[in-house]
Each structure stands twice: as C-alpha cells, then as structure tokens.
C-alpha cells in the first residue's frame, strides 16, 4: 500500500499485516495487525516516526521511494515491530539521525547492534524543529517497556503514541471514524499488552490532560480522530473500578467439572451477575484476556490432574497473573480421583493478583446434591462481595 495522506505534512507510512495471526509466537491476531510510521515533512527538515516491523521492511522501502532525505527518525519505542527497519533506513539515509530516550538508545544498540554514534537521546519535553513543525518529545516509561516515549507535533495538535492507545486492526482507513469496533480491538490490546502497567499509564493519561491534541496516531490500527473516544476509554480501563462480572476460564475432563461450572454460571446469573464462560480448548486467550480487564471475579474450572491443576487451568492462571487485572476476587471451581491439588496449585500461581481468595469448591468424582449446594454458596458469596463493592 502506498503511503496514506493524515495532513498536508503528514503521511501514514508502514505496514498493513492483513493475514498475521499470532504476535509474539502467543497473542492471537484475529484482525491482523499494521506497523505505523509517520513521515513528517517541516519546511526545512524531514522526520520519520517509527519504522516498521522488517517483515514489512519492503514495503516501507517502497513508500519511501521519493524521499531523498530523512534528518530524524524518532525511535518511539525499541520493540522490532516498530523498530526493526532501522538499520536498512540508517544505511539508505547517511545523514538521518534517531532520536530516542536515553535508555531508548543503550536498547536499540543493544537489540539492532546500531552505532551508537547515530542514535541520540532527547530529554523529556525536549523540542526539535523541522522548519515550520515541532516535534516535542514526552518520554513515557512502562507503555509498556521501559525506554518509551510519544512525540507531540505542536502546529498540528498531533500525538504519536506508538503502542499507546493502539490497536491490532489492519485496515485501508485512516481514521477510526464512525468504527466503534475499534475501541474492542483497542481492549484487547490494552489487555493483551498494557494492563500489566495500569499504574504508569494512570500517571500518563493525567500528564496528557495538559495537551491539546487533536488526533491520537498509534502505531498500530487506526488513528484516533476523535482522542476523547480512547482517553476515556483508557481512563475507565486503569481506573481501581470493576464491573458486575464474574469471568470462569474452565476445562474438564470427563464432565464433573463443567458441571459444576454449569450450576455456578446459572446461579451467578440468578444472583444478577454477567458471567463470561471460556472452555480453555477452543478459548482465543486474546479474548479471555479482554474479559479480565474490568471483571470483578475470576473462578477458574480445574479438575486435578497428577496432583496439581490441569495445565491449560494452570495456564489461565498464569495469564492472569502475568496480565494482572484489577480483579478483587478469585475461587477455583473442579473434580478430583484420588488427591485435591488443583485448588491450591492455582491459588499459588497467582500471586501477583490482590484478590480475595472465597472458599473452594473441589469433589471427588461426580458432583453430588451437597457439592452444588456448595457451588450455591460460593455464587451467593461472590453476589454479595459485588454487591458490597459496585
Ligand atoms: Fe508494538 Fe511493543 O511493540
């Protein structure tokens, strides 16, 4: 694809990841991906923002045709995914410098082996002019690696975010527009990738409260034409407040366990609560992962398998912690043969998440009258902490 007009002075360069499926060899891509850059052109001085990921590197190469020269090329981030096709542009443009933070730098040499004398570090809200544009640097850490910054062009009112506020979501628009599907996609790559850092991005999202910005620019998925859209969005997603929900990732072996998921999902549902069932052998984990965002409970289904918990449960449990949601509460629901271990196995595999553990509910073999009156129990808990909470 050529390069996409945003305004006058700037062009939405890059790649669009139509068929990509998987990011990191883990996180499912059910829309694709793109790897923005942003070429922008001062009246005396050109900057590219970001590069691309180099399996898109040719196509890139192609936008770039035109350009005879390139003064900056603003390192937002270090990832490959945005950083990657840094040593075939420093090689095609001699006289480009990057700019990026100071441990921005010690990164990119390190990751891309790029002479350090062609990488130079911007201080927070330092500026750099390109004639008749500004870039204003904003270095900040933890979205989500630790040498990240955003860059502000003043005369447009344009953020560049990089990861920040972006989406998994190739597309031939622009803009996000009328497409409120977006902020889904935006979900589940702020659940995918940023949740872990609510804290830092809190901090962010009340630093940019002194911007005038006028369009969002990631560098993955469209640009946000209206910022309120995602700012507010963010701003609900890193707040300490969770919603009604009870999110249940569950497998089972021979039946006992889903149905003690089944009697805990139609008692949490008379009790008032939404509840997000996942059976671990055909869950999209991207999708399990937007669920924990807001819940305010997580009950995960495991039968015991050798003493500990089955491993896809034991998945799950990892996810959350690696994820750490602001989830409050947390049980395990499940069947045993001989030894109840899967309880205790997932409790300890979570201990990043502050939660309230409530009582398991674990059986031998077949669930009988009383172990559903347990799972009675452990749904009218779970009601009333909400309750109490929301
Ligand atoms: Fe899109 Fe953290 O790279």
């Keep these: 694809m050529q390069g996409r007009v945003v305004t006058e002075r700037v062009t939405l360069m890059g790649g669009v990841d139509w068929h990509r499926r998987l990011f990191d060899a883990l996180i499912p891509l059910p829309e694709g991906t793109s790897y923005n850059a942003y070429l922008v052109k001062g009246s005396e ?16 190469l192609q936008q770039l045709e035109a350009e005879q020269r390139i003064d900056y090329i603003v390192a937002h981030h270090a990832e490959q995914d945005h950083s990657g096709t840094l040593p075939e542009l420093l090689a095609l443009y001699p006289e480009a410098t990057v700019l990026a933070t100071e441990k921005g730098k ?16 911007v201080a927070d809200g330092e500026q750099r002019s390109l004639g008749d544009r500004t870039l204003t640097f904003i270095h900040a850490p933890w979205v989500h690696w630790p040498e990240t910054m955003l860059t502000y062009l003043d005369e447009e009112r344009l953020l560049f975010t990089c990861d920040f506020f972006g989406s998994h979501y190739a597309t031939s628009r622009v803009m996000v527009g009328d497409d409120a599907h977006v902020v889904s996609s935006a979900k589940r790559y702020y659940a995918e990738i940023m949740m872990p850092f609510r804290k830092p991005i809190e901090r962010h999202l009340a630093r940019l409260e002194d911007l005038d910005i006028a369009m969002i620019a990631p560098s993955h998925g469209p640009i946000w034409d209206r910022p309120d859209v995602i700012i507010d969005a963010y701003r609900d997603w890193v707040s300490g407040s969770v919603k009604n929900v009870a999110v249940i990732p569950f497998i089972s072996m021979h039946g006992s366990t889903s149905e003690l998921v089944d009697r805990l999902v139609t008692e949490l549902v008379r009790h008032g609560v939404t509840v997000r069932p996942f059976d671990l052998t055909v869950t999209d984990i991207g999708d399990l992962a937007m669920a924990m965002v807001d819940a305010a409970t997580i009950v995960i289904g495991s039968p015991t398998v050798l003493g500990g918990a089955h491993p896809q449960a034991a998945y799950a449990a990892s ?69 109490a909470l929301l």
């Design 319 to 387: 996810l959350a912690n690696a994820l750490r949601p602001k989830t409050r509460f947390a049980s395990v629901v499940g069947s045993y043969g001989w030894a109840a271990g899967s309880a205790r196995a997932l409790v300890e595999a979570m201990p990043a998440l502050r939660v309230e553990v409530l009582d398991p509910v674990l059986v031998r073999g077949k669930p009988r009258a009383d172990d559903l009156e347990a799972v009675d129990r452990l749904t009218a808990t779970i009601a009333e902490r909400h309750r």
């Design 106 to 121: 010690g990164m990119l040499v390190d990751l891309l082996h790029l002479p350090p004398e062609r990488v130079e570090a």
């Design 45 to 60: 001085k050109t900057a590219l923002l970001d590069t691309a990921d180099p399996a898109t590197t040719d196509e890139l």
